[in-house]
């Protein structure tokens, strides 16, 4: 029994992935069209783990965001696929067990608190409810006062008279800080922002960077962070995904990714980026576009705008491989010998 | 790879001396609140920009530096001030007697989605300052080149704004404002709105039509390592004022106010070597309110480095070297200058 290595025990779910989604097709149906918007993801994060979402608009990062908490907008739907969160698979689960999930075991950070939050009631009240919502036992004075007590832990100075206040009295930053306390409301297993930071003054998303940190280190939260920033990947993720066109194109430890990309895109998108620190060499562009996922190119999606693609790379998608190195990561391109 | 002292030009592009704008607090929605209050939007700016140079302002959401670009074009009239162009004094001159300067001056947005009308074609368009010069005859042979120029086809001068990307869109914007040849391009956020591989793709181009056309630009920034690869000179903007001003490579390798310091340390590098080892300065509380900015030096109430004598003394931009000006004695009596590598240009006798 004990060389049993395979069979799953109760010891293994402290280290089990909090979320595994899994070969996870959505497609968008608009005006008798047909996209496939994620074409076969999979992805993992285990517990106390931030692993980075990015890519340019339109990669499917936020969708894959959205499918993960039930949330997908009309139209679009999962085709094939698993997503399990703490181990329950969601897709096709009944509403009332994504709903219930949600919030509690799951919970999302917006980009923009100003529309995330109800511009009417008092934010103390708004983060109080948050937690009634799972925890029905929880009388209203209790629920208050633990409301006031997670404002005052993500930074909020006078968290007792900030409770009362409406959200636009608060500021961008601030305003995220309440979202922040409301989405570490019940204690979530799994912690998804999604460009968390974008709207926000960079002296402002360096607070809230580290307001995001200490949540997670006080929790042991799993966290998902979808943003286009590669420095805001660098500051944060353990482990990076690279999306291009609704697949993956590279994943691995942020050292590996970031600090020696291997596939084209990635070394391309990290060319492009304006630095305080990389001595003077100009950005260099990538030519062409993002394609639109209703006229994604064959092949590797990216062919069109690589310049090591040759006739395979427009026919044969290339699969996600696991490359060996000195550091862990997985590379989607022809032209990347594997292993190396 | 270093660039002339611009200070060294005869006579500057854009000379704006102590421009100040301050806007009406409007009160709520029932017209109640304070009439008498006003944001200190912008409060007493000085710069000039030489033929041919570029000049970044660059801040944090609501330092003004947007004000700052819509008062140098005129679009929006000084409360106090002066605004040179070419060395004529524009700040009071009246909307008709400012077309000349709307040849020569041009805006780019940071929305490329909202700067084209929806249901023109974009050649019309990318042609309206040409037609509003009076040289509607030129139309037909410019807008082709214009397209060429910014990297469109020309066909695409028949197509709506909705069938362009949002790269594609504010090439269309600097093709019209290129329409009319000016000397200078005020650009706000021009590349903000953008993914990154396009917005390398409109900086890059930004940067041949500069060396091909000896263009000037104002550029607005709130991203510190855009600016970095873009201006010659750069401006560091807070709550109304310039705080630290100099050549970029100054600038960003020896910043000398705490305000610059903190922003600079606030942008996550993508390298994770680099990025572990950064030195972080995070601020403390939050930005003053403009209605009511505090006395002396208004960056003091998250200062680190703040004495008493920061509360009573508005600091003054002192050189430091090089044109390098800074806005802090506290940080300057700390920081002497460093040799500079060239020799500071010789004042021009007047």
Excluded: W
């Amino acid at each position: 029994m004990a060389d049993d290595a395979a069979a799953p025990s109760a010891s293994d779910a402290s280290t089990a992935p909090v979320l595994a989604v899994t070969d996870l097709v959505v497609t968008l149906r608009a005006r008798g069209r047909t996209a496939t918007i994620l074409d076969g993801v999979s992805i993992s994060v285990d517990p106390g783990e931030t692993v980075a979402l990015v890519g340019e608009s339109g990669a499917g990062k936020t969708v894959l965001a959205l499918a993960v908490m039930g949330l997908l907008p009309g139209g679009m739907g999962i085709d094939a696929g698993s997503v399990r969160v703490g181990g329950d698979e969601l897709v096709d689960a009944p509403d009332e067990v994504v709903r219930s999930k949600r919030g509690g075991e799951m919970a999302m950070i917006f980009q923009d608190p100003q529309s995330s939050l109800h511009p009417a009631f008092r934010v103390g009240a708004q983060v109080a409810e948050a937690i009634r919502a799972h925890d029905t036992h929880a009388s209203k004075a209790a629920a208050a006062a633990r409301a006031v007590e997670l404002l005052r832990r993500v930074g909020i100075p006078q968290a007792e008279t900030r409770a009362r206040d409406y959200p636009h009295q608060l500021s961008g930053g601030m305003r995220q800080r309440v979202m922040i306390a409301m989405a570490m409301a019940n204690g979530p297993r799994l912690l998804i922002a999604d460009e968390a930071t974008t709207a926000l003054d960079v002296t402002v998303q360096a607070q809230v960077l580290d307001v995001l940190r200490a949540a997670q280190a006080a929790t042991g939260a799993a966290m998902l962070v979808v943003t286009h920033d590669l420095g805001v990947v660098a500051s944060i993720a353990d482990r990076v995904v690279v999306m291009y066109s609704g697949r993956i194109a590279e994943a691995g430890t942020v050292d590996a990714v970031l600090g020696a990309p291997a596939h084209p895109y990635t070394q391309g998108l990290l060319a492009a980026v304006p630095r305080l620190t990389s001595g003077d060499a100009p950005v260099q562009a990538i030519a062409g576009q993002p394609p639109s996922p209703f006229a994604r190119p064959s092949g590797c999606a990216f062919h069109p705008r690589c310049a090591s693609a040759d006739d395979r790379c427009s026919t044969e998608v290339p699969a996600l491989l696991a490359r060996s190195g000195a550091e862990a990561r997985a590379v989607a391109c022809h032209h990347v010998d594997a292993p190396r | 790879m270093s660039v002339e002292p611009v200070s060294t030009a005869a006579t500057p592009l854009v000379a704006v001396e102590g421009l100040v704008k301050h806007f009406p607090v409007q009160g709520d929605a029932y017209g109640r609140g304070d009439r008498d209050q006003v944001v200190h939007a912008v409060d007493g700016v000085s710069f000039s920009i030489a033929p041919g140079e570029t000049l970044a302002l660059v801040g944090e959401s609501g330092c003004g530096k947007s004000t700052v670009a819509r008062l140098a074009l005129r679009l929006l009239d000084p409360t106090a001030g002066t605004i040179r162009f070419d060395g004529t004094d524009i700040s009071r001159l009246k909307p008709r007697d400012l077309r000349v300067l709307r040849r020569r001056a041009q805006i780019v947005f940071q929305d490329p989605f909202s700067s084209f009308d929806p249901r023109r074609r974009v050649g019309d368009s990318v042609a309206e300052p040409l037609v509003a010069q009076g040289r509607k005859r030129e139309v037909a042979t410019r807008v082709p080149e214009l397209l060429d120029l910014v990297g469109l086809e020309a066909g695409a001068a028949t197509r709506y704004p909705h069938e362009f990307s949002g790269g594609q869109r504010q090439r269309l914007a600097i093709a019209r404002a290129l329409s009319v040849q000016p000397d200078i391009v005020v650009l706000d956020e021009p590349v903000s709105a953008l993914d990154v591989s396009i917005q390398a793709q409109v900086l890059t181009l930004l940067a041949d039509l500069r060396a091909r056309f000896g263009l000037a630009y104002l550029f607005i920034s709130h991203d510190l390592a855009v600016v970095r690869t873009v201006a010659d000179r750069v401006a560091v903007m807070h709550l109304g004022h310039i705080v630290e001003t100099g050549p970029t490579a100054a600038v960003f390798a020896d910043p000398v106010h705490p305000y610059t310091r903190a922003l600079l340390s606030a942008v996550p590098d993508p390298d994770p070597r680099v990025e572990r080892t950064r030195e972080r300065i995070v601020l403390a509380g939050e930005p003053p309110s403009p209605i009511d900015p505090p006395s002396g030096c208004r960056f003091r109430t998250r200062c680190a480095l703040a004495v008493d004598a920061c509360a009573a003394e508005d600091p003054v931009l002192t050189d430091r070297g090089g044109g390098h000006l800074v806005a802090c004695p506290v940080a300057l009596a700390a920081s002497p200058a460093r040799p500079a590598p060239t020799p500071p240009p010789a004042p021009t006798a007047s």
